[in-house]
């Protein structure tokens, strides 16, 4: 897919990075997200794929550089810490669910707490989102009652029930079954064919190829290659690129 254009800038990153003692996790990473856009980051373990993710959602402070998020700062703390957390959905490998909850009110409680919405309004957008996600079946059930596919959908839905700016997924399949990985990716799919600007880390090519306007390679704390899916994936330039397709692929 073609980088849409004209869309303006969503999410910046400038000059960041991230030290954790010793280790020097983001160096100098610079990155725009454009409104609408699908940036699928991947590299080997260890890269600074999810501090980057965690860095944007404001999970991790960082030591130098700046991040945007429609045009503002982000904040340290307080009520505007909570609706930055909201205006930038994450989803994480391990489906993070409150497990004390039900389906229903694991999508319900943050729009009451965090959007301020009525309790019957909060749940209707729930149930359509359970509804939008295929697990709509499920709503009065508790987490651990479900697939780690149908947790993954719900992780989707409390996520998109906040009518977040952007979503960030991070790794969302890697602690899957093999078969519920791709009613997750489907879903994933139909988000990005509805317009969510999205920042996806993955392994699963398959969805990059079909569902990213841009890859990001990453190694070593650094952005390594930054490219369109065809691009990358028939001519990698970095040997680092090539040598972690060559092992993937
Ligand atoms: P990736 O997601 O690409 O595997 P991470 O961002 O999780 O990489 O980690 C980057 C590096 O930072 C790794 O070496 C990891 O061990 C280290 N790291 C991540 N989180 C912490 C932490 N809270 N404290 C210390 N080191 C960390
Ligand atoms: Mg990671």
Known sequence: MPVPDGGDTLVVLRGVDKHFGPLHVLRSID????????????????????????????????????IVVDGRPLPAEGRELAALRADVGMVFQSFNLFAHKTVLDNVTLGQIKVRKKERKKAEERARALLDRVGVASQADKYPAQLSGGQQQRVAIARALAMDPKVMLFDEPTSALDPEMINEVLEVMQQLARDGMTMVVVTHEMGFARSAANRVVFMADGRIVEETTPDEFFSNPRSERAKDFLSKIL
């Open 31 to 66: 990155l725009t997200i454009h409104r609408g856009e699908v940036v699928v980051v991947i590299g080997p373990s260890g890269s600074g794929k999810s501090t980057l993710c965690r860095a944007i959602n404001r999970l991790e402070t960082i030591d130098a550089g700046e």
